[in-house]
């Protein structure tokens, strides 16, 4: 079945010459809802969009406030990434319409208790309201969003390559569960050790972020994640397999533990993304059929590409 | 005199800070910003979404202090020395995603000798919320 009802397959470096857009073509090109069986993960490279015109459009988008917000950072780069960040969010949700044409400018959003960022809509918007949950994470140098149909979803990503300024084990010790420190002590090789903390990182994050919650409310010793085993594959289209990656919590208590499902990529080859979804309620533990992850490359307006089966997209081990 | 943040609801609560040193221009090195808690069903008219959730009476945390958090900061975010962070900088706004935010609250229990818990980690959103957060930590001690 086909993902997106139209897959433009253009070069990425095409991206790179200054093209003007006019508002009138600027189109967003519908995408299906995914299954209940399914999530979407889209992502973006801050350095492959660099027509001035095309960021222009882009601040069209976002809300007076978020481009305040945008105004007051300092520095180039990073102000770009909070304008794209914001612009992934709004045309990749507007996209999923189900009824009628959803202008991206005219999505709301608030944060939850714990600073989660949520859709919000008026009470007229019922018609088309696309069950859309979503969740972003973005470095400097790339930007992931994540969307599914109704079910909670937590997206975290880091640099492969990012030190980290604290000794490892030290920083283990006062945030992670003796567990995991057991682990990550094991690892004689130290860059081996730092690219394990990093996806120990990126899975907790992804995990509290599905939950809504944040580091501050469910602090990182009180859940240990683990791993059934150890080997590299590559994302294919069945995407079946064991839940390799699992969450326990410290104090022994289970019951809701095994409604997490985690995804751990190497996304874009320069970074790891970590995906935790809520598993449909009515599957229990003994059918457990993972859910599909479709990776997604974009540029809003001007193009997609499919990720998943290519290097770009790789699930690797923990 | 204290200045109070626009539209803040006032507490009726005993505060938890003294404001002895606040009193004469020589001690003005030693001054303290001091959060408050807000019981904010008091005035109810001004509640908004944007509304600040702290009363900041206006006595200023030790420069020295400050500093110290810009440093770290300026460090685990690889910031050339003469960027500009100070007390009103946001860490978001500087880059700084979670792990640096809790790299740095790490380096800042090192250096000051302090142990943050993590549901403090909510309520730091620029380096002078740091430094309060750490002076309050240190007079616990």
């Known amino acids: ?318 | 005199m204290a200045t109070f943040t626009v539209g803040a609801p006032i507490c009726t609560k005993p505060t938890t800070c003294s404001l002895k040193q606040a009193q004469g221009p020589s001690r003005l090195s030693s001054l303290r910003l001091i959060s408050l808690p807000i019981n904010s069903k008091n005035f109810p008219s001004l509640r908004s979404s944007k509304m600040p959730s702290r009363l900041q009476v206006f006595c200023a945390a030790k420069a020295e202090t400050v500093s110290k958090v810009c440093e770290i900061v300026k460090k685990q975010l690889a910031l050339p020395d003469d960027s500009e962070v100070t007390g009103e900088s946001k860490f978001a706004a500087l880059g700084a995603d979670s792990l640096d935010t809790v790299e740095i609250v790490m380096g800042l229990e090192e250096e000051f000798g302090i142990s943050v818990e993590e549901e403090s980690a909510q309520s730091i959103l620029t380096v002078q919320d740091a430094a309060d957060l750490i002076e309050k930590l240190i007079e616990k001690k």
């Open chain 1, 1 to 318: 079945m086909n993902l997106l009802r139209r897959t433009v397959r253009i070069p990425m470096n095409t991206f790179c010459l200054h093209r003007t857009f006019a508002a009138s073509a600027l189109h967003l090109a519908p995408v299906q809802l995914p299954s209940r069986a399914e999530s979407h993960l889209w992502y973006l490279v801050p350095d492959e969009v660099k027509s001035v015109s095309l960021l222009g459009q882009y601040s069209e988008i976002l809300s007076p406030c978020e481009n305040e917000y945008v105004a007051c950072i300092r520095g180039e780069q990073l102000k770009k990434t909070a304008l794209l960040a914001r612009v992934l969010v709004r045309t990749t949700i507007a996209r999923y319409q189900t009824d009628g044409y959803i202008d991206p400018r005219s999505l709301k959003f608030r944060k939850n208790i714990h600073g989660k960022p949520e859709l919000e809509w008026d009470n007229d918007d019922s018609g088309s309201r696309p069950p859309v949950q979503f969740n972003i994470s973005h470095t400097a140098s790339l930007i992931a969003c994540g969307v599914t149909n109704s079910s909670p979803i937590g997206v975290d990503i880091e640099k492969k390559d990012r030190k980290i300024q604290n000794n490892i084990i030290s920083f283990a010790r006062r945030y992670f569960t003796p567990n995991e420190v057991e682990r990550l002590s094991s690892i004689s090789d130290l860059n081996v050790q730092r690219q394990h903390f990093l996806k120990l990182w990126t899975l907790k994050e992804a995990y509290v972020k599905a939950l809504g919650k944040g580091i501050s409310a469910l602090p990182f010793s009180t859940f240990t994640i683990k791993s059934r085993n150890f080997e590299k594959k590559e994302l294919n289209g069945s995407g079946d397999s064991d839940p390799e990656i699992t969450v326990e919590s410290v104090d022994g208590q289970r019951s809701l533990l095994s409604n997490w499902q985690f995804t751990l990529l190497e996304l874009a080859g320069t970074h790891f993304a970590a995906v935790c979804v809520a598993r449909d309620g009515s599957m229990g533990d003994k059918c457990f059929t993972p859910k599909k992850l479709t990776v997604m490359k974009t540029i809003p307006f001007v193009g997609d590409e499919s990720m998943s089966g290519t290097d770009a997209a790789i699930v690797c081990g923990f």
